[in-house]
């Protein structure tokens, strides 16, 4: 699975952003699908996920009711949808694919390359 992020930009506190993650392959709908982050001088952390055909979604204590994760198996596409941003949101938001319900990325096998979302305050 090859996956690609988009959607990142500047964006001021209290304002909202749509992240897109496309994927390639005939088996996208058999991930967990998730989305992490990583800040300055931060660990990646985990954001949200998304199990197989969108039965169970999860999400970070910190993005819980700010954050919608959602996923269109027929176009190979995963979503997030971030609304009443905080600086503190401010990283690199990345897509993951894996086989597995997980909070951690050493779980996930697949990665696309990261979209820059930035809050001012």
């Known amino acids: 699975v090859q996956l690609q992020a988009s959607g990142g930009g500047l964006v001021q506190a209290g304002g909202s952003l749509r992240l897109s993650c496309a994927g390639s392959?005939?088996?996208?709908?058999?991930?967990?699908m998730g989305w992490f982050r990583q800040g300055p001088e931060k660990e990646r952390e985990f954001v949200a996920s998304n199990a197989w055909h969108g039965s169970d979604t999860y999400y970070s204590d910190s993005v819980k009711g700010r954050f919608t994760i959602s996923r269109a198996d027929d176009k190979n596409m995963v979503y997030l949808q971030m609304n009443s941003l905080k600086p503190e949101d401010t990283a690199v938001y990345y897509c993951?694919?894996?086989?597995?319900?997980?909070?951690?990325?050493?779980?996930?096998?697949?990665w696309g390359q990261g979209t820059l979302v930035t809050v001012s305050s």
């Open positions: 993951a694919a894996g086989g597995r319900i997980s909070r951690r990325p050493v779980d996930y096998d697949y």
């Open positions: 392959g005939r088996t996208f709908s058999r991930y967990v």
